[in-house]
C-alpha cells in the first residue's frame, strides 16, 4: 500500500452472530517485530463477526508482552505472537471476555479450507427446525388450552425446550456480553426471550428464539457466499502436478512438493498447477481466471504461466519460477483477503450510528418500562412486554452487516476480473475520481516497438526485394528496433556474410555479393548519403514520434522503416469511458512531447505533458489534485512510485506476475487493459448504491416497526421477523454485486 495511504480499523458496535461472517478474513499482518516470536494459531468457535473480534482486541489491550495478532475470521482462528507468560495472560483474557481459544498445530491449517468441522443435519438445522416445532405446538397449546392449567405447564415445558435448543449459543454469548455491560443483539435477545418467558408470553419467547436462529442460520449462509467467493478463487489451482523426475520419467505429485526451477507438463484441457516460464511446446491458454482477459494468450516458451489458468491447444512443458503458497493466484486471495481488513467510509459511518443507536433504543425500552404505568393506563406486564419488544427492534444487526457483506462482494466482483482493490476505503472513493493521470508507454501503448511503415525512396525499386533485404539484416541483430523491423516484414529471410553490429548506429552484411546496411539517420549522414528531399520525409516519421532506420547501398538509401510504440486497441475506448464518467484523462511521459501528444491525440488525451522526470510527475499530480480534486494515477509501480504514492489511488497496470507491482499500488489491475480503470469507477459507484440502499432499507424498517411498537401495533415475533428480514433483504441485495458480470 502506499506509504500515505494509511488504512484505518474501527471497531463494530455490534455483535451479529454468524451472520456478520464476511467481516475481515484477515486482520492484517502480524507486527514487525512479532518476527522474533513464533506466532500460535488458536481456533475460536464462536468468533465469526469482526465485532467479536473487536471485543477480543479489547481484551488483550491491557495485556503486556503481545507483540502481534492476526485474525482470520473466515476460519474462526486467531494467531497471537507473544512470549509464553503472555501467552497465558492473553488466553485467560479471552476466556474471560466469553470464547474459548482451542490451540491449533501446523498440521490443522488447510489452505483455503473453512477451518471448522463439518457437521452433521441435526447440528447444523435439524435441531434448529425441532425448535420450530416445539415452539408452534406451545403455541398451539396456548391458543387451544387457555386455561388448563396442565397445558400451560406442557406448553412451557416445549418452549422451554425449544429455547434450549435453539438459544444455548446465543444465551452463552449474550450472558457474557452483560456481564461486561456490552449490548449486542445476543445480550438483547438474551433479555428479550428471558423477559417474555418469566412474564408469562413463553410461547412467543420460544417463537421468537426459533424464528431468530433459523434467520441468523440462513444469513450466515447467505454471507458466506461472498466470503467464500475469495476463498474459492483456491479452487482453481490444481492440488497435483505431473512433474519430470531426474530419470527423466513424468510422476503427479502434491503442488506443494513442488520445487523452484522443477518442469512440470499439462495437457490440452488442464488447469495450470503453479506459475512458470514455457520450457517446450506452443498453446493458448485462458486466463480469465486470473487476469480477466476475455480471450485466450498464445504462449511459446519464454513466456509466463500462471497458476489457476486453463491450457487449451497443446501439451506444454514449463519451469516452474515460485511455490504453491507464492504464486500470482496465491498473492491475489491474500490481498483480497487483506483488503477485507481496510474499513470504507460508509463502514465507518455505519458503526459510529450503531454505537450511538443501540444504548439509545435500550434507554428507551428501560424507560417504557418503568414509567409508561405510571403515565399511561399500561399495566406493568404490558409495559414490560412492550419495551422487550423495543429491545429485539434495537438490534442494529441489518444496519452493521448492510456494509461489510456488500464491501466483501464488490471486492469479490472485481478479483474475478482481474481488478484486485486493496480495501474498502479504495472501493467506495474510486467513484470520487476526477483526474486520472496516465503513463504512456505500457499503460496507452504496447510498451514495445512495431513496424509502421516500410516506404521506397524510390517508387521504381521492388518493394518485396527491399523488404527481403531489410528482413534478412534485421534478423541477425538483437537490438529492439532491429527486431520489430524483422518482426513486421513477412518476407523470407536471405544469407547474410559478414555481419557486422556497429554500436550507436546500425547494422551491415553482404547480401548477394552486394553490401547493404540499415542505418540510424546518425548513420547514413556520416556515409554521405542523406539529401534535403531525405530530411523532409524523415521529419515526418520523427515529428510523428517514430524511431528511423534507413536500408542503405552502398551508393544511396533504398528504404525508409518507421518504428513505433503503438497505442493499445483499447486504450481509446478506455478513455472515451472515463471522459464518459465525467474523469478528466492526462497523459504524464518521459518521452519527447511530439511523441507524447501523437499518441495523446491517437488515444484522444486532449492534455499531454512530456518530458518529465519522477519528481516532475510528482508536482504534477499535486497540481492536478489542486485543480480539478481526486486524483489517479497509472504506472508499473517502480518507475512511477512516487507518483503513485502522491496519488489518492494509484493502479499498476499489468501487474500479473509481478510482486513490486502488487505491492505498490492500492488497486492492481492484472492485465494490460486500461478500460479496467472505468470498470472500477463503475463499480465503486454501483458499491456505493447498494451500501446506502442497505442503510436505507434497514432503517426504514427499523424506523416502521418502531412506530408499531411505540402505538401497541408490534408483537415480538413480528419484531424478529422486521429485524432478521431485514437483515436477510440487505445481505442478499449486497450480494448482488457478485451476480453483475462487466462487458468484457
Known amino acids: 500500500m502506499n506509504p500515505t495511504h494509511q488504512r484505518q480499523q474501527v471497531d463494530t458496535a455490534c455483535d451479529c452472530g454468524s451472520g456478520c461472517a464476511t467481516s475481515p478474513a484477515v486482520g492484517g499482518p502480524m507486527a514487525s517485530n512479532a518476527t522474533a516470536v513464533e506466532p500460535q494459531r488458536f481456533r475460536i468457535?464462536?468468533?465469526?463477526?469482526?465485532?467479536?473480534?473487536?471485543?477480543?482486541?479489547r481484551a488483550l489491550d491491557g495485556v503486556a508482552g503481545i507483540r502481534g495478532l492476526q485474525f482470520n475470521l473466515g476460519d474462526r482462528e486467531l494467531a497471537i505472537a507473544a512470549e509464553d507468560h503472555a501467552l497465558r495472560v492473553a488466553l485467560d483474557a479471552i476466556r474471560k471476555a466469553g470464547f474459548k481459544p482451542e490451540p491449533l498445530g501446523v498440521e490443522d491449517k488447510s489452505d483455503g479450507a473453512t477451518a471448522a468441522a463439518p457437521t452433521g443435519f441435526w447440528a447444523s438445522w435439524g435441531k434448529l427446525i425441532a425448535a420450530l416445532g416445539l415452539a408452534v405446538a406451545a403455541e398451539g397449546l396456548a391458543f387451544a388450552f387457555s386455561d388448563s392449567w396442565p397445558a400451560k405447564a406442557l406448553?412451557?415445558?416445549?418452549?422451554a425446550v425449544a429455547i434450549a435448543l435453539a438459544g444455548f449459543s446465543v444465551y452463552g454469548k449474550g450472558l457474557s456480553a452483560l456481564r461486561q455491560g456490552r449490548l449486542n443483539i445476543n445480550a438483547l435477545m438474551t433479555v428479550a426471550v428471558t423477559g417474555a418467558f418469566l412474564i408469562g408470553q413463553w410461547p412467543e419467547a420460544a417463537m421468537v428464539m426459533a424464528l431468530y436462529a433459523i434467520a441468523e442460520a440462513i444469513e450466515a449462509r447467505a454471507v458466506d457466499r461472498a466470503r467464500n467467493a475469495i476463498k474459492s478463487l483456491l479452487a482453481l489451482a490444481p492440488e497435483q502436478a505431473e512433474v519430470r523426475q531426474s530419470d527423466g520419467s513424468w510422476t503427479r505429485v502434491g503442488v506443494k512438493a513442488v520445487v523452484v526451477d522443477a518442469i512440470v507438463r499439462i495437457r490440452p484441457g488442464e488447469r495450470v498447477p503453479l506459475d512458470g516460464v514455457v520450457t517446450l511446446g506452443q498453446s493458448a491458454i485462458d486466463q480469465s481466471p486470473v487476469t480477466g482477459e476475455s480471450l485466450p494468450i498464445d504462449k511459446a516458451p519464454g513466456d509466463e504461466v500462471f497458476a489457476g489458468t486453463i491450457n487449451q491447444s497443446a501439451a506444454l512443458e514449463f519451469r516452474v519460477t515460485a511455490p504453491a503458497s507464492d504464486s500470482t493466484l496465491a498473492r491475489i486471495i491474500h490481498a483480497v483477503e487483506q483488503a477485507q481488513s481496510s474499513r470504507a467510509p460508509t463502514q465507518r459511518f455505519v458503526d459510529r450510528f450503531a454505537a450511538i443507536y443501540t444504548p439509545a433504543v435500550f434507554t428507551l425500552a428501560v424507560a417504557v418500562a418503568s414509567l409508561a404505568p405510571w403515565i399511561t393506563d399500561l399495566t406493568w406486564i404490558q409495559a414490560v412486554y412492550k419495551a422487550l419488544v423495543l429491545l429485539v427492534i434495537a438490534c442494529p444487526c441489518a444496519l452493521v452487516i448492510s456494509t461489510p457483506v456488500t464491501v466483501v462482494s464488490g471486492l469479490a466482483a472485481g478479483a474475478r476480473r482481474g481488478i484486485l482493490i486493496k480495501g474498502g476505503v479504495y472501493l467506495e472513493d474510486a467513484r470520487k475520481i476526477k483526474a486520472v493521470a496516465l503513463d504512456k508507454t505500457g499503460t496507452i501503448t504496447e510498451g514495445k516497438p512495431k513496424l509502421v511503415a516500410f516506404e521506397p525512396v524510390d517508387t521504381g525499386l521492388d518493394q518485396r526485394v527491399?523488404?527481403?533485404?531489410?528482413?534478412?539484416?534485421?534478423?541477425?541483430?538483437?537490438?529492439?528496433?532491429?527486431?520489430?523491423?524483422?518482426?513486421?516484414?513477412?518476407?523470407?529471410?536471405?544469407?547474410?556474410?559478414?555481419?557486422?553490429?556497429?554500436?550507436?548506429?546500425?547494422?551491415?552484411?553482404?547480401?548477394?555479393?552486394?553490401?547493404?546496411?540499415?542505418?540510424?539517420?546518425?548513420?547514413?549522414?556520416?556515409?554521405?548519403?542523406?539529401?534535403?528531399?531525405?530530411?523532409?520525409?524523415?521529419?515526418?516519421?520523427?515529428?510523428?514520434?517514430?524511431?528511423?532506420?534507413l536500408l542503405a547501398n552502398s551508393e544511396r538509401v533504398m528504404a525508409i522503416c518507421a518504428v513505433a510504440d503503438t497505442i493499445k486497441p483499447s486504450s481509446a475506448q478506455a478513455v472515451a469511458d472515463l471522459k464518459s464518467l465525467g474523469v478528466t484523462p492526462v497523459m504524464l511521459t518521459g518521452d519527447n512531447i511530439a511523441t507524447a501528444r501523437t499518441v495523446g491525440f491517437q488515444a484522444g488525451i486532449a492534455e499531454v505533458r512530456g518530458n518529465l522526470l519522477p519528481e516532475d510527475k510528482l508536482q504534477a499530480i499535486c497540481e492536478l489534485q489542486q485543480r480539478l480534486g481526486i486524483t489517479a494515477m497509472t504506472g508499473d509501480g517502480i518507475n512511477d512510485a512516487p507518483a503513485l504514492a502522491k496519488a489518492d489511488i494509484g493502479f499498476a497496470m499489468g501487474a500479473a506476475g509481478t510482486h513490486t507491482a502488487m505491492e505498490a499500488a492500492d488497486v492492481v489491475v492484472m492485465n494490460d487493459d486500461l478500460r479496467r480503470l472505468p470498470e472500477t469507477i463503475r463499480l465503486s459507484k454501483r458499491t456505493h448504491a447498494v451500501l446506502w440502499q442497505n442503510i436505507s432499507l434497514a432503517l426504514g424498517i427499523k424506523l416502521v416497526f418502531l412506530l408499531l411498537a411505540v402505538f401497541d401495533n408490534a408483537s415480538m415475533w413480528m419484531a424478529v421477523f422486521a429485524d432478521m428480514g431485514a437483515s436477510l433483504l440487505v445481505v442478499f441485495n449486497g450480494l448482488r454485486l457478485l451476480g453483475r458480470q462487466q462487458s468484457k
Open 45 to 57: 468457535a464462536n468468533m465469526d463477526c469482526a465485532s467479536e473480534e473487536s471485543e477480543i482486541r
Open 466 to 549: 527491399l523488404e527481403g533485404l531489410a528482413k534478412s539484416l534485421a534478423g541477425r541483430s538483437d537490438h529492439p528496433v532491429s527486431k520489430a523491423i524483422a518482426e513486421g516484414l513477412s518476407t523470407a529471410d536471405l544469407e547474410v556474410g559478414e555481419f557486422q553490429a556497429v554500436a550507436g548506429r546500425g547494422v551491415q552484411g553482404v547480401i548477394g555479393n552486394h553490401p547493404y546496411a540499415l542505418a540510424n539517420h546518425r548513420w547514413i549522414e556520416e556515409r554521405g548519403q542523406c539529401s534535403a528531399e531525405l530530411e523532409a520525409r524523415l521529419a515526418v516519421h520523427e515529428e510523428a514520434g517514430r524511431t528511423v532506420t
Open 155 to 159: 406448553g412451557m415445558a416445549l418452549a
